[in-house]
């Protein structure tokens, strides 16, 4: 990256933090029901740890790791939410008549994404240390989580910005909302995937990235470090980043044509 | 005309107006719709055998148990999505000439109440079409299911009419979340996944002071076709819309101040 774009970047990637945080309706949401979903699993199926075979002793240890997917979620619609506002306002059409690089407003758009995600991940981590048995991989293995949680918020993020650059609709952002919530429930959120009677349910499970991601997040807290766990949920995580980060550029492209 | 015939006309033309909205807009069908399934198909699919913990005793299958749930939620966001279209009807100013126009009031709040029913009952239907498919076993008879739905529709009234008496005294989109939150909290502190026996910690101590968990409870008596606290749960939801319909007049005093 030369001097040039890193300033380009710099300076959009400040303007997208700045509005992010300074929007409680984005940040309050992204806290709140995560945290909420976590305090009422945590008591509601504490007894499911009754279960044969189920690999915490504390319900909110395993259940921790969905909050950090979850809050990718949120990353989402925040980042639709406010890509679709510039087409909207016509901040878009007033940068493509300035020698912006395309590479440095993706980026930029999405540093406000990564900086929620990173509040999340480490308000997520607190609580889960002070309520539950705390992160069996350690401090080192609390980094990890950060980092994947980051890399899931950047991939669904890229998923909001990628909706938001084709359609231009703050509507359509809302929209894909409910899908992205279906991504997670048809996962193993709530156990694990050896307990999961439902066979079809097992099956899709099984071929959701999101459990993978859950489970890379779920091992460090529940088992330490488990290899093929983490390089599975790093994957899966770096794979959907990768792809909707491909795809919004291409999709941004398009949009600059248009504009 | 006379006083009831002009009450009745308004709130035929606010309901036919709800429901022209509701089945021609995607962005409010889909989402009133997709969450219960979401829940639903994520409740009975992914966490059936939770029914194997001990103690675990419901005269039905796990289906039909996580049915009581859902059949609650979507009456209650029913009613709840029902109060965002209110706000927007106040943003967009249309309620502010509805007020001037109307000859009754109390059409304007019976007109959205009658839309709230609406939106339920659509989602009632396609979420029981689904358990039905799922699986679900249902051993009430004819008075029990008479039973399970008219207390169904009275989660709905109450719901409709709390949102209606938010949405008239703060005329904003922006007044979403406090409609959405203590709905969503009282649904969510009832015993959802378990029997109220088998829920554990501060969940437990909510679930024992929340009116929803007797509405829960008696619904899912409905479906075992083994009903309990049928009278006492008739009268909380009576009360429930009592107290709401009172908030809902508040709020149309408020709203008539304004216009």
């Not at chain 1, 878009?92 to 406000?112: E, W, Y």
């Not at chain 1, 990768?242 to 398009?254: P, Y």
């Not at chain 2, 739905?149 to 703060?170: H, I, P």
């Not at chain 2, 959405?180 to 679930?207: K, R």
Request: hydrophobic share 55%; net charge neutral.
């Amino acid at each position: 990256m030369n001097r040039a774009t890193a300033l380009q970047v710099g300076t959009l990637a400040r303007r997208s933090i700045v509005r992010t945080l300074r929007q409680p309706a984005m940040v309050v949401p992204a806290l709140f029901f995560p945290l909420l979903l976590l305090a009422v699993n945590a008591g509601g199926l504490q007894r499911a740890t009754d279960l044969p075979g189920f690999p915490a002793d504390h319900y909110l240890d395993f259940v921790l790791a969905v909050c950090f997917v979850q809050g990718g979620l949120f990353a989402a619609n925040s980042a639709g939410t406010n890509v679709a506002n510039d087409i909207e306002t016509g901040f878009l059409n007033r940068l493509s008549l300035t020698p912006l690089r395309k590479t440095a407003l993706l980026m930029g758009q999405l540093a406000g994404v990564l900086a929620l995600g990173l509040i999340q991940a480490v308000t997520f981590l607190v609580v889960g240390a002070i309520a539950g048995e705390g992160i069996h991989a350690g401090v080192a293995g609390a980094l990890v989580i950060v980092a994947l949680a980051l890399l899931i918020s950047l991939g669904f993020g890229s998923i909001g910005a990628f909706v938001a650059l084709r359609t231009g609709s703050g509507e359509a952002v809302q929209g894909i909302f409910p899908l992205m919530f279906a991504a997670l429930f048809l996962s193993s959120m709530a156990l694990p995937r050896n307990l999961i009677e439902t066979d079809w349910f097992r099956e899709v499970a099984t071929w959701n990235p999101v459990s993978y991601m859950l489970e890379g997040i779920r091992s460090l807290v529940i088992t330490g470090w488990d290899g093929e766990a983490l390089a599975l949920g790093f994957a899966c995580a770096g794979g959907v980043a990768l792809i909707a980060l491909v795809a919004a550029a291409a999709a941004l492209r398009t949009q600059m044509v248009r504009t | 005309m006379s006083r009831a015939g002009g009450t009745r006309d308004v709130a035929l033309a606010v309901a036919w107006r709800g429901a022209h909205n509701y089945f021609t807009n995607p962005a409010i069908f889909i989402p009133g719709l997709l969450f219960p399934l979401f829940f639903f198909t994520a409740f009975a699919g992914g966490l059936s055998r939770v029914d194997s913990v001990p103690g675990f005793e419901f005269g039905s299958n796990y289906t039909a148990f996580v049915y009581g749930f859902v059949l609650m939620q979507a009456s209650a966001f029913g009613g709840v999505f029902t109060g965002f279209s209110i706000a927007r009807d106040f943003e967009s100013g249309f309620s502010r000439r509805l007020l001037l126009a109307a000859p009754s009031h109390g059409g304007i709040v019976a007109g959205y109440w009658l839309t709230g029913v609406m939106r339920a009952v659509f989602t009632i239907c396609i979420i029981t079409v689904v358990a039905l498919a799922a699986g679900m076993d249902v051993q009430g008879g004819g008075i029990d299911l008479l039973g399970l739905y008219t207390l169904a529709l009275l989660v709905n009234a109450a719901a409709t009419l709390f949102g209606c008496g938010v949405a008239m005294r703060l005329r904003t989109m922006q007044a979403g979340p406090l409609m959405q939150i203590p709905v969503f909290l009282l649904l969510f502190l009832a015993p959802v996944w378990l029997p109220y026996d088998l829920i554990t910690g501060w969940v437990h101590a909510a679930a024992t002071v929340n009116p929803m968990t007797l509405i829960l409870t008696t619904e899912r008596g409905f479906v075992a076709g083994d009903p309990v606290h049928v009278v006492i749960t008739f009268a909380v939801g009576a009360a429930l819309v009592g107290a709401a319909l009172l908030w809902a007049r508040g709020g149309l005093h408020s709203a008539e101040q304004a216009a």
